[in-house]
């Protein structure tokens, strides 16, 4: 299988499967329809099952559960891959393996025989229920409550801004109990649980991202994930691998957009800037890339040796966002008006790499993450 990329010499054949396997995916997916679903904000739920038919959407998982039994960097070229091509599914599908970690690492064997197959095959998706109008980086100002009274939990409370949250099956909710922050595993039919407001965001459309009320919701006490007291644990151990996924995706943005810039360039060579100014730029561009791609293929890997390293993956996703925002305003500034249109995806890739500035923990607690570590 060729490749062209500097660094995919460093994977092995398996990781390659499954890069190729997102290739053709990718592929098979026309430019019009990813650009349908950007302009409606509407999420592709048969794509979404095509995508979880092939493994994509339980790759690191066992085969007992239903998953594909591959590695997190094989997980993070797929959704690299993704990111390149803008593929309408991508966001979500990352945020339901993120979702399928803490029930995977934390739940009952009751738990996981319930929902992780049913995941893996696409009939459920899941969602991740952690950010509040008051708490977004800070886990520690979570305020939505909960109570046992008799055999149920009762939720009250709001999340903001939840992937997939006007579109998902099951969330991954934290909620206050009198131990502490506690999570949950919450069905979508669950009395007193509604989807809220449905935000049309600048970047990451089609996700359903919307907000989510708990008006003294009922769950079972079978609901509860891990020990009550410990939900700060749950979430940082998947908000880690995360950033990972995250980082990987920006790496794709990254290539996307030179992927624009050449196809632009091809399409209509006249251009105001000299040959001398697109090479310095694009090879800086590149040369950033593949650092930032290196730095995130490493934290993947140590996910993959059991050795989760919270800085690593702070410093991926700090890095791999900057330079794909860097690299799609570049880009842009280099075509000038002709890279706006949507076909090149680079005004597209402009407004995502934004959000992933942003969220899963924003770049700014990204640098006091790593600055702690040290100091």
């Known amino acids: 299988m060729p490749i062209n990329d500097v660094n995919y010499s460093l994977f092995s054949n398996s990781q390659l499967n499954w890069l190729q396997a997102a290739r053709e995916f990718a592929a098979?997916?026309?430019?019009?329809?990813?650009?349908?679903?950007?302009?409606?904000?509407?999420?592709?739920?048969?794509?979404?099952?095509?995508?979880?038919?092939?493994?994509?959407?339980?790759?690191?998982?066992p085969p007992n559960y239903g998953g594909a039994n591959g590695d997190y960097v094989?997980?993070?070229?797929?959704?690299?891959?993704?990111?390149?091509?803008?593929?309408?599914?991508?966001?979500?599908?990352?945020?339901?393996?993120?979702?399928?970690?803490?029930?995977?690492?934390?739940?009952?064997?009751?738990?996981?025989?319930?929902?992780?197959?049913?995941?893996s095959e696409g009939k459920t998706l899941a969602a991740f229920a952690l950010t509040e109008p008051a708490a977004g980086s800070d886990t520690a100002a979570i305020e939505t409550s909960a109570k046992?009274?008799?055999?149920?939990?009762?939720?009250?409370?709001?999340?903001?801004f939840i992937t997939s949250g006007s579109i998902a099956d099951i969330y991954i909710v934290f909620a206050r109990l009198p131990e502490g922050i506690t999570a949950f595993v919450v069905e979508k039919d669950s009395p007193g649980f509604s989807p809220g407001q449905k935000f049309d965001m600048l970047g990451m459309r089609g996700?359903?991202?919307?907000?989510?009320?708990?008006?003294?919701?009922?769950?079972s006490k079978d609901s509860l994930l891990g020990e009550p007291g410990k939900g700060r644990k749950v979430a940082l151990s998947s908000l880690a691998r995360g950033r990972v996924?995250?980082?990987?995706?920006?790496?794709?943005?990254?290539?996307?957009?030179?992927d624009g810039l050449s196809r632009c360039l091809k399409q209509s060579p006249e251009t105001n800037q000299s040959e001398n100014t697109i090479d310095y730029i694009v090879?800086?561009?590149?040369?950033?890339?593949?650092?930032?791609?290196?730095?995130?293929y490493q934290a993947a890997k140590a996910i993959d040796m059991k050795q989760d390293n919270i800085t690593l993956a702070a410093m991926a996703k700090l890095k791999a966002t900057e330079i794909a925002m860097k690299a799609a305003d570049s880009c842009l500034s280099l075509l000038g008006t002709d890279g706006l249109e949507p076909e090149y995806f680079l005004e597209k890739i402009f407004r995502d790499a934004k959000a992933g500035q942003i969220y899963e923990g924003t770049n700014q607690i990204q640098h006091m993450l790593i600055a702690r570590n040290l100091l």
């Open 28 to 61: 098979s997916v026309s430019r019009a329809e990813i650009i349908k679903c950007d302009k409606e904000n509407q999420f592709p739920r048969d794509l979404f099952e095509s995508a979880c038919k092939i493994g994509f959407g339980s790759l690191p998982f």
């Open 245 to 258: 996924t995250i980082a990987a995706q920006a790496i794709g943005w990254a290539r996307g957009a030179l």
């Open 148 to 160: 046992l009274s008799g055999d149920k939990y009762i939720l009250n409370g709001s999340k903001i």
């Open 207 to 219: 996700y359903g991202t919307c907000e989510i009320v708990f008006s003294d919701c009922q769950i």
């Open 283 to 296: 090879g800086d561009l590149l040369a950033n890339i593949e650092a930032a791609s290196a730095l995130t």
């Open 74 to 119: 094989s997980f993070a070229l797929v959704n690299e891959e993704f990111a390149r091509r803008c593929l309408p599914v991508m966001s979500s599908l990352g945020v339901h393996v993120l979702s399928q970690e803490p029930i995977y690492n934390f739940g009952t064997e009751e738990q996981k025989a319930k929902y992780l197959r049913a995941c």
